[in-house]
């Protein structure tokens, strides 16, 4: 729900019962006021008939005079206001009216003289006020909107604005935001607080970029020297074959050891959206040059190449989209066995890789993970399908695993599913 | 050949002094960009090796002084930092080729030479051992003046060898040479046998010598000696 209509519905739940409140004080203070009104007119009235007769002796003309009664005891009487709902012919109904019931001696008599005005009637009264309140709470709940709507166009500008800017915001990108100033104190403030945010994260992604290449460059270097010096070692002539068996074994876990930080690295620049160079790619080209490239090492396992490929047009980073067919490409020729096959299909939607190989009792879902091995290819990192799986998320690409009875089909998909 | 090795780490330095050596090379080394600098303006070098990331500066900088300086100079970038980003900085600068760490020194040996090739003599100038003749702007090896049909990657493999003849390569050297760093390794070695095997048939079918001697368990040496 927007801020907007969300502010609407409280508006609108507290002016209801603000109104409903307003309607009942409304209604006792109207009443009251109207008694209060009648009452001291009748007591007037009545104070002008006494006098009247005091006076003059004489019964004064009276709109509100109904009842002149003779009174024969001598018992004491208070003047007393009555409310009395009285049959109207004409209206067909019954009326309020408030009667004021006094005595007054009239030379040695004593009367009980009862005087009558009309009232208001009380359902007429909350008719009306309901519906006079109705109409204000609609008239200030139209302009609450309207004006709503102009505080939301005006003042929520800036927000809205810097929301743009901050959804368009790509930390790889060294690009700054400049927030749009408004004068109110708590846009101000979110644009500091988010602006202080960014400037932590890019420091973090600063220190986490430099960190990945300080340990790729600080690894790769020992490496390096550790790799020539077995070179050398394994050069000279003097070493019997146990010891040539463990320098070699050191040389070959080096050199894993600088595949492991050249992968993580990839990986890690993956994640960082650091391979940006996007362009129009043919993607039939990319295959083909793939498979120039591995061509005699599928000849060499006798394998059967059959292609059916379609141009392609993709937008990626040229890099990134070498690295993922490669990856595919190999691992079909890897894990293949002595003259199995190769298929491959390439399509608008799709890119299928099937091969043949041995039968596999893991869950395929393992395979993705960082450092998966299988007992059939010690030799694996088990890194490519990790980082394939890094370029699908990076370009939202879906990359789906099957086997059946030795089959291995890796299916590609240019969306997500 | 004069080479100067700019790195900061001092083994690296040495290994690579050492290896450029062998080949019959002057190398000199500088440990610093300053010394780097000093050296580059009071010598003349035929090729200059450099590491990006330098105690006191960076290898890009040198790049752009030499280039701002026209110093006519190969250039070859040799580091690990942020590969990507240094590859194209390097590249544009002006640097003729580039290469990861860690690397073979064989391949480093193989680039400097394919490098000085272009340079000094924009490629035409064949390679020749003994009885085997390459000509690298046909891509073409002839043994005994008749020309050998040969697969890409085994052009590459020979190519790799006589630009390094005397010398040890181990296999994960030629494996990376051939594929960079894309294969893994059991595969390929059992393909660089049989390569090697057909590259052996092919030779002395034209009556070439068997130069390709294997190192126990550790790789090949391609060499005429004994």
């Keep these: 729900m927007k801020l907007l209509e969300k502010t609407s519905k409280y508006y609108f739940i507290f002016l209801s019962l603000f109104s409903l409140l307003t309607i009942i004080i409304f209604y006792y203070s109207i009443q009251f006021m109207v008694y209060d009104d009648i009452d001291e007119k009748l007591k007037h009235e009545s104070e002008r008939i006494n006098y009247s007769f005091q006076e003059q002796g004489k019964l004064p003309s009276s709109n509100y005079i109904v009842d002149i009664i003779s009174i024969k005891d001598n018992l004491p009487y208070t003047n007393v206001f009555k409310d009395t709902l009285i049959y109207e012919m004409y209206e067909k109904d019954l009326i309020p009216y408030r009667n004021y019931e006094f005595h007054t001696p009239i030379g040695k008599e004593r009367y009980k003289i009862t005087l009558r005005n009309i009232l208001l009637d009380s359902d007429d009264l909350i008719r009306g006020l309901f519906v006079t309140t109705a109409l204000i709470l609609l008239l200030m709940l139209t302009g609450l909107f309207f004006l709503n709507q102009k505080i939301s166009k005006h003042l929520w500008n800036p927000f809205f604005k810097n929301l743009t800017k901050l959804r368009s915001y790509d930390i790889t990108k060294k690009n700054k935001v400049c927030f749009e100033t408004s004068d109110v104190n708590e846009f101000k403030e979110l644009n500091n607080v988010v602006s202080s945010l960014i400037t932590q994260i890019e420091l973090d992604f600063q220190n986490l970029k430099e960190f990945n290449e300080n340990v790729s460059h600080e690894m790769q270097t020992p490496l390096a020297v550790m790799r020539n010096k077995m070179e050398l070692l394994l050069e000279s002539k003097n070493l019997d074959e146990r010891e040539i068996e463990m320098v070699q074994a050191t040389y070959r876990e080096t050199t894993k050891l600088s595949k492991i930080g050249r992968s993580l690295a990839l990986i890690s620049k993956i994640e960082n959206q650091e391979f940006n160079q996007n362009q129009n790619l043919n993607i039939k080209e990319i295959v083909e040059d793939v498979l120039n490239n591995f061509e005699e090492m599928i000849a060499f396992k006798k394998n059967d190449l059959k292609t059916t490929l379609i141009d392609k047009i993709l937008i990626l980073d040229p890099i990134l989209a070498n690295i993922l067919f490669t990856n595919l490409i190999k691992n079909a020729i890897q894990h293949n066995k002595e003259e199995g096959f190769i298929f491959l299909c390439l399509d608008n939607e799709k890119f299928v890789i099937e091969n043949s190989g041995d039968v596999l009792s893991e869950e395929p879902e393992k395979l993705f993970k960082r450092f998966h091995k299988n007992k059939y290819s010690s030799e694996s990192m088990g890194l490519g399908l990790a980082i394939n799986r890094k370029i699908c998320e990076l370009y939202g690409f879906t990359l789906e695993y099957k086997h059946h009875e030795g089959i291995h089909r890796f299916v590609l998909f240019f969306s997500e599913l | ?226």
């Design chain 2, 1 to 226: 050949m004069k080479i100067l090795v700019i790195e900061d780490n001092i083994e690296l330095l040495k290994d690579i002094k050492e290896y450029l050596e062998r080949e019959g090379n002057v190398c000199e080394i500088a440990k610093d960009y300053q010394s780097a600098l000093s050296k580059i303006n009071d010598f003349q070098y035929d090729l200059l090796v450099i590491d990006i990331t330098l105690p006191d500066g960076s290898g890009l900088d040198i790049i752009r002084e030499v280039k701002q300086e026209n110093i006519d100079v190969g250039i070859i970038v040799i580091s690990a930092k942020n590969a990507l980003d240094d590859k194209i900085n390097g590249l544009e600068l002006g640097a003729d080729d580039y290469l990861t760490k860690p690397f073979y020194l064989p391949e480093l040996n193989a680039r400097i030479k394919a490098l000085y090739r272009r340079k000094i003599y924009n490629g035409s100038n064949d390679i020749i051992f003994n009885e085997i003749k390459i000509i690298p702007e046909k891509r073409l090896v002839l043994v005994n003046e008749q020309a050998l049909t040969l697969t890409q990657k085994e052009y590459d493999i020979i190519n790799f060898f006589i630009a390094n003849k005397n010398r040890l390569l181990t296999k994960e050297a030629i494996a990376e040479h051939i594929w960079g760093d894309h294969i893994e390794n059991s595969d390929s070695f059992n393909f660089i046998y049989t390569h090697l095997a057909n590259l052996r048939k092919k030779i002395s079918d034209f009556g070439g010598q068997d130069y390709i001697k294997s190192i126990y368990r550790v790789g090949y040496k391609f060499s005429d000696q004994e």
